[in-house]
Nanobody
Framework: QVQLVESGGGLVQPGGSLTLSCAASGSIFSIYAMTWYRQGTGKQRELVAA???????NYADSVKGRFTISRDNAKNTVYLQMNSLKPEDTAVYYC?????????????WGQGTQVTVSS
């Protein structure tokens, strides 16, 4: 079994910063891509940023230049540094890991962490 545990969400003023973390644990052989998604109230879940095991990154246009995704492969952890936050960044942020347990390749989701940007 694999678990993804997110942390770092909270309330921040516009223009502020937050760093989200997502740690994977359990029966993990290797992790391929790790991705952050978000879902605002009444909106569809959307990709925010992704990073491969080799460090290649991809960002949604709405966060380019403001958010930075990184990962620590030794700790099976992915981070999302969010700067210059805007009210429209308010959402539940979810971590996803595409990984192999050694038996099968499976996609796992975290429980989500709330980010609220408001004055």
């Amino acid at each position: 079994q694999v678990q993804l545990v997110e942390s770092g969400g909270g309330l921040v003023q516009p223009g502020g910063s937050l760093t989200l973390s997502c740690a994977a644990s359990g029966s993990i052989f290797s992790i391929y891509a790790m991705t952050w998604y978000r879902q605002g109230t009444g909106k569809q879940r959307e990709l925010v940023a992704a990073i491969t095991s080799g460090g290649a990154t991809n960002y949604a246009d709405s966060v380019k230049g403001r958010f930075t995704i990184s990962r620590d492969n030794a700790k099976n952890t992915v981070y999302l540094q969010m700067n210059s936050l805007k009210p429209e960044d308010t959402a539940v942020y979810y971590c996803n890991a595409d990984l192999s347990s050694g038996v099968a390749r499976v996609s796992y989701w975290g429980q989500g962490t709330q980010v609220t940007v408001s004055s």
